[in-house]
């Protein structure tokens, strides 16, 4: 279960996004994408999908079930929360009793039980990004990934989800991919950043997952990492 870049390249008419990447994303392990805007993040997120073409090179995904969660994920507003994760099971032909199970299990893995009758505008931003990643969830992908899945929320919704990412990851022995323009949310997520760089990809190993505490964000450790890193973006 791996997704290989080779010699991957990609532009839009005369822009270059991505040149010559290669690149192995490897099971059950946790990667961020950081850079400036316009680097070409989620354009990477839509190039693992699959939802465009590489213009040279090839991505090569084996046995790999991919789910995607993108920014501002959209839940229908006529569903309540239980529908709405239900339906990516309904669509993929998941039979009802089955389908019933796993929403009731992710109901009460991601402590959404009192919202399961709620539509989308009666919760809040924490709430509705909650929905979205138990959607992403249903099917039990092999790599689960998110475009700034915390970029809308304040500080205290945001540490919650980046708990329960990195709780459900460890828990499922997945891989996730979570692209993001906070530094901190990267250190944080990922025991390897990718800094979006010239067209090519940067990997940087995360040091502070060798001490993976409750209070690592408040460690000096990760502080000077996150220095390091936003120093590194701005190169």
Same mark, same amino acid.
């Given at each position: 279960m791996s997704i290989i870049l080779n010699k991957v390249g990609f532009h839009y008419d005369d822009q270059i996004i991505f040149e010559n990447v290669t690149y192995t994303f490897a099971s059950k392990q946790r990667y961020?994408?950081?850079?400036? #805007?316009?680097?070409?993040?989620?354009?990477?997120?839509?190039?693992?999908?699959?939802?465009?073409?590489?213009?040279?090179g090839t991505i090569v995904k084996k046995d790999t079930r991919l789910v995607t969660v993108f920014q501002n994920n959209q839940i229908f507003p006529w569903l309540t929360t239980t529908e709405a994760i239900a339906l990516p099971l309904k669509l993929a032909g998941v039979k009802k009793e089955e389908r019933h199970l796993l929403v009731q299990h992710l109901l009460t893995e991601l402590d959404l039980e009192n919202l399961k009758n709620k539509r989308?505008?009666?919760l809040s931003g924490g709430q509705l990004q909650r929905v979205a990643i138990a959607q992403g969830l249903a099917?039990?992908?092999?790599?689960l990934l998110l475009d700034e899945p915390t970029s809308s929320l304040d500080s205290? #919704?945001?540490?919650?989800?980046?708990?329960?990412?990195?709780?459900?990851?460890? #828990? /499922?022995?997945?891989?996730l991919l979570v692209v993001t323009h906070d530094i901190e949310e990267a250190a944080f997520l990922a025991e390897t950043?990718?800094?979006?760089?010239?067209?090519?990809?940067l990997a940087i190993n995360n040091p502070t997952f060798k001490n993976n505490h409750p209070n690592r /964000?408040?460690?000096?450790?990760?502080y000077q990492f996150c220095i390091?890193? /936003?120093?590194?973006? /701005?190169?």
């Open positions: 961020a994408v950081i850079g400036p #805007s316009g680097s070409g993040k989620t354009t990477l997120l839509q190039l693992l999908q699959g939802f465009i073409t590489p213009t040279s989308p505008a009666a099917l039990n992908p092999q790599f205290q #919704s945001k540490e919650k989800i980046q708990d329960l990412l990195l709780s459900q990851q460890q #828990s /499922r022995q997945n891989s950043i990718l800094i979006v760089k010239e067209h090519h990809l /964000r408040e460690s000096l450790d990760f390091a890193l /936003r120093t590194e973006v /701005r190169k």
